[in-house]
């Protein structure tokens, strides 16, 4: 997610105030991670790779919200005020965390918006099929990341395989993974 052409997208899924936006922005992603994907179980052929869903602390991909700010503070300064500056600082704001362990790190962010989870899984799985297609022998472990309670886990799981039937579905293949 910290390549090159990425990390604009991340934020722009971050701070997306509407799910067809944030929904736009996972799927530029996806293609990324597809390809990233592949190319791992490719080189893993036959061994077990475990992924591990986004659990992104969201400061180290959001915009600096003190530069942010002095920029805003700047603009008001000499009377010239961007609209999309004010609102951009105004969803970091709301995003920003004091305590980032305490956020949404591990499952939440999946929980808080789903189609993170959907995302990942149909770039994991289209991979597989992909590399499975080309004689490849991957064996994908999906990890749901910081579970701190079991509703957050059958949950999170329920998003993860009902993605997974689709993908399979679409492809035509069983994509075995666990």
Do not use: W
């Not at 997610?1 to 996972?26: H, K, N």
């Not at 305590?99 to 591990?106: A, D, I, S």
């Not at 004689?135 to 395989?161: C, D, F, Q, S, Y």
């Amino acid at each position: 997610f910290f390549a090159e052409g990425r990390i604009p997208i991340v934020q722009e899924m971050i701070l997306a105030t509407d799910e067809d936006a944030r929904s736009r922005a996972l799927e530029r992603l996806r293609p990324f991670q597809e390809d990233d994907f592949a190319g791992i179980f490719r080189a893993m052929s036959g061994l077990p790779v475990t992924i591990r869903l986004l659990d992104p602390p969201l400061h180290e991909f959001l915009p600096s919200l003190l530069e942010l700010s002095l920029e805003v503070e700047h603009q008001r300064s000499t009377g010239q005020i961007d609209l999309d500056l004010m609102r951009r600082l105004g969803r970091v704001q709301e995003l920003h965390e004091q305590n980032p362990m305490l956020g949404l790190r591990g499952c939440r962010l999946g929980l808080m918006i789903p189609d993170v989870v959907k995302v990942q899984t149909r770039a994991i799985l289209n991979a597989l099929i992909a590399v499975q297609r080309t004689g490849g022998h991957p064996k994908a472990k999906i990890m749901i990341p910081l579970v701190g309670h079991v509703n957050e886990l059958a949950v999170t799981k329920a998003i993860l395989e009902k993605e997974a039937k689709a993908v399979e579905a679409e492809a035509g293949v069983d994509a075995e993974y666990v």
